[in-house]
Every structure is written in C-alpha cells, then in structure tokens.
C-alpha cells in the first residue's frame, strides 16, 4: 500500500503520478517545501526529493562544481552552506578570525604587491618576486628567480609592477626588463623580454596569458601561441605617456587592452592601429578598470568652467559609446572598481576623501561613505560590504545597506592594495619611499626596517569563534633557518619543525 501511494500521489481530488508531482514542486522555494512536508507521508517524500534540493542549492549559487549524485543529502547539503556563509558574514562584522603578516626579511622594501584567489604575490627593492598561497596556512614563500645575464653580476634592480593571475606571474623591473613565470613550472622565467626605457604600466588579462606593457610612447602585448611559443601580436604607438593599462578579460583571438595616456583612452586591437575610446582635450584620465565588455575611467575636469565637476564614464568596449556618467564630485576619482563589482554595480574613491558606489542602470549614487583623510587609495564591494583603503594607511569595512563602518586596520603607509573574497582578506600597505636611508635601508637595524618597509596583511574569517584555537601566524613556519626575524637573533640550534 505504501508503494502504490507513492507511484500516484494524492493532489486534493486527483492522483498525480510521482514526476509530474515532482514537476509541480519544482516551483516552490524551500519555505513552502518545509510546509508542504507537513501535509503527509507522502508530501514529506516528495518534499524532500534530493532533485527539489540540489536545483535550490545551484540556484542559490553553492555547490555549482558537483552533481547530484555527490551528495546523499542535499537538503542537509543546502542548510550548511547556508549556515556556513551566515557565520562568514558575521566573522567579517565583528571581525573574529586569524590574521597574520606576510614577512620577509630586512633589507626589502615592498614596491608593488598583487593578489588572485588568495595567491599573493610581492616585488621588492632587491629586485627579488614572492609567493604565497593564503589558501594552506603550512605553505611556505618561494622566490621567483630572474633571469641574469653575464653582466649583471650586482644587485637586481627595483621591482616596479607585480601581476598574477590562476596560470602567470609577470614582474617590471626599474631597467625595463620583464620576466614571465608559469605557476605549473616552479622557479624559472618561462619567458623574458626588454624595454629601452622605464615601464609605466604592466598588464595581465585575468583569465588569459596575455601579457601588455606600456614604455615610453610605446604599449606592447606578448602571448604565448597553441605550441607555447611567445610572440608579439601587437605593437602600438601611444601620443602620450600611458598612465593605466589594462586587458580586457575573457577576449577570445587577439588579445585586446585599454589604455590611458592623459586625457585620451585608447582602445588597442592586434589588427586595429588603436582606436581612440575617449579624448577630451584638458581633461586627465585618473583612474581605469575594465571588465569583460566595458570600461570605466575617471576624468578630471578644471580650468575654463568652475561649475562642473569631475566624473566617472563608462563606455561599452563593443560599441564604443558611451553608456552613462556617474558620480559629481569637486575631487578627483582616485580609484574604481568594475570587474569585481556585482553587476550593474560600481565602486570608485574620491580625493575628497569619500567612498561611492553606483547604481550604472539608474546613473545614480547607492550611498557615499565618509572617512580616509587623505583620499581612498583603493576599493572593492561586494553584495553587502565595502572594503576601503585611504592614501593614510587606514583600511575600512563598511556594511553596504547600513553606511555604517564595521571596523578599521591602521598601518604607516598607503594602502595599494585590497582584495577579499567571501572568507579572507589581503591589503598591502605599500611605502611611497623605496630608498629612505639613502642607498640602502640599515639591515643591522630591524626596527627602522619595520618602519620603512611596507607590509602584507591577510585575515582569514572562516575560523570559528573559537579564534584562540586556531594556529597562531608564528606556529606557521618550519623555523629551520638558523636566524631569527624579529631582532636578528643568531639561534644555536634551529627549532623543531612545528
């Protein structure tokens, strides 16, 4: 009798075979599926078939990777995400969790840091590139060695630019050199190549292995073809020295870059000489970001008419009109962030020492956050939280819909870089000055080093609330050097590894 009920379930005045009651079910959402498993044994099987569960948990974006059959229960699947993602949310409020300095040792001054999915990378003054993965707590920084040649047997020269993406690492140097590392294939440049003059700016695509610089009047892109071989599928001469670059991500052929040198936007295809985006003579470009088919650019307006303020356009790289402009401010955008917006959705800093985010389908202003005295250096949303950086080393969390600051991180020097995702954190406080000591920073001094030297912080939510029982940042090393960081302390014997 329990069979034959449930081959034909009972739908008020009819018997409705067991798939087209599922079909019915698959329109309700988890609250009416809990009351409808109320209703009897049977409505409580069909209620809680794993098909129901598993199309709610896709449709709430976890588990997207897995099928149905990886689970045994997917409604107990769906409740632990769910429960999961509302103790991250308030880890990150009340900021409960881990959080540690990636170090290195005296003598190196930080010049430029980049981060992707958790993977840190960092160039410093001794012209030396590292790595770590926030991801594993025992993972330890290796160095990415440059390539030498027979007479440069002296110091490497300062690194100017850092990028990473899930594939590449690619570092600028001072002398105009730039070196390619693969992440598959450890230490060594898989590729290498020299500019006459100083680098202005270093781009990666994120999901890609393009590779474009900017020297002098001259932007150049590098990618590997189908064999791995290394080529230039585009050489473009710029008018003006470029200030931002970027590449479109998620381009399929012909790598294609965006670049700003001064008041004009350049679009720059492999078979196009550069097409200009936007130029407005007088008005400087101060800040770039770019997704998968638009591009965001703030514009400095001053001179001729006092009464218009500076703006934020965002023209569609497709088209190439221009879709809105947003944001009047009397300060300049120091900074904006499109790609890792949620859509529809901007974030920009202001010199006026205020946080904007934008509603691009209305041009409107969704709230405008108060703080960093000395202009935002750096910023990123997501669907409920702001995170911030200001020009005086302050980094900010605030709660989207509230316009309330959650907490804030101080450190000496500016803040270049922010980046989280829904469980961590990594922000660099990068120092304006390289050489503050003259030629060399003092190496025998570790205190003046800590000042100068810039640092790397990376907090991670997802521990408990239990935060003291999780590994404390100095038990993440094997400690088999036989000199301490901290003071310089020669050790007799080495520690045990941990």
């Avoid at 693969?182 to 190549?193: D, Q, T, V």
């Avoid at 890609?208 to 290394?230: I, L, M, N």
Wanted: overall charge negative.
């Amino acid at each position: 009798h329990f069979q034959n009920e449930i081959n034909e379930v009972p739908f008020f005045d009819v018997q409705l075979p067991y798939e087209l009651a599922l079909k019915i079910f698959q329109y309700l959402g988890k609250a009416e599926l809990g009351r409808c498993a109320q209703v009897s044994r049977t409505w409580k099987i069909l209620a809680e078939d794993e098909v129901l569960w598993y199309r709610l948990c896709q449709e709430e974006g976890y588990l997207l990777d897995m099928s149905i059959s990886d689970h045994s229960c997917w409604k107990l699947a769906l409740k632990n995400c769910q429960a999961r993602e509302h103790m991250l949310k308030t880890n990150w409020k009340n900021r409960v969790g881990a959080v540690s300095q990636l170090r290195y040792e005296p003598g190196r001054v930080l010049c430029d840091v980049h981060c992707w999915d958790g993977v840190v990378m960092a160039g410093y003054t001794s012209g030396e590139v590292r790595l770590w993965d926030t991801r594993t707590w025992d993972y330890t920084a290796p160095t990415l060695e440059a390539v030498q040649g027979p007479g440069d047997a002296g110091a490497l020269p300062h690194v100017s630019f850092v990028r990473i993406n899930s594939s590449l690492a690619v570092a600028a140097y001072e002398d105009g050199t730039v070196s390619v590392w693969s992440l598959m294939f450890g230490r060594e440049p898989i590729h290498h190549f020299q500019h006459n003059q100083r680098i202005q700016a270093l781009a990666l695509a994120p999901g890609g292995t393009a590779v474009a610089t900017a020297s002098g009047f001259e932007v150049k892109v590098e990618s590997p073809d189908d064999k791995g071989f290394w080529q230039t599928p585009g050489t473009f001469e710029i008018q003006k020295l470029v200030n931002f670059l970027n590449l479109v991500p998620d381009v399929t052929g012909s790598p294609v870059a965006v670049a700003a040198a001064e008041d004009i936007v350049y679009l720059l295809k492999a078979e196009d000489p550069g097409k200009i985006l936007h130029s407005v003579y007088g008005q400087p470009v101060t800040c770039l970001d770019v997704s998968a088919h638009e591009a965001a650019f703030g514009v400095k307006t001053f001179g001729w008419l006092l009464n218009e303020p500076n703006q934020i356009l965002l023209y569609n790289l497709e088209t190439n009109q221009c879709l809105t402009k947003v944001g009047n401010s009397m300060g300049d955008f120091s900074c904006v962030n499109l790609h890792a917006s949620p859509p529809n959705m901007l974030a920009a800093g202001n010199k006026d020492r205020r946080v904007r985010v934008f509603d691009l389908r209305s041009s409107e202003s969704v709230c405008s956050l108060y703080s960093h005295q000395l202009g935002v250096s750096a910023v990123q949303m997501d669907d409920w939280k702001i995170v911030s950086g200001g020009e005086e080393g302050l980094v900010c969390v605030w709660d989207q819909r509230m316009g309330t600051k959650l907490w804030e991180m101080h450190a000496r020097h500016p803040v270049r870089l922010v980046w989280f995702n829904s469980h961590s954190l990594i922000t660099a406080n990068i120092p304006e000055e390289k050489s503050p000591r003259g030629s060399s920073i003092t190496d025998d001094d570790p205190s003046v080093h800590r000042k100068y030297r810039g640092i790397i912080y990376s907090y991670e939510f997802s521990v408990d609330q239990l935060a003291v029982d999780s590994v404390l940042p100095i038990c993440r090393s094997s400690y088999d050097e036989v000199t301490g960081y901290n003071y310089n302390i020669g050790l007799a014997v080495p520690y045990d590894s941990i």
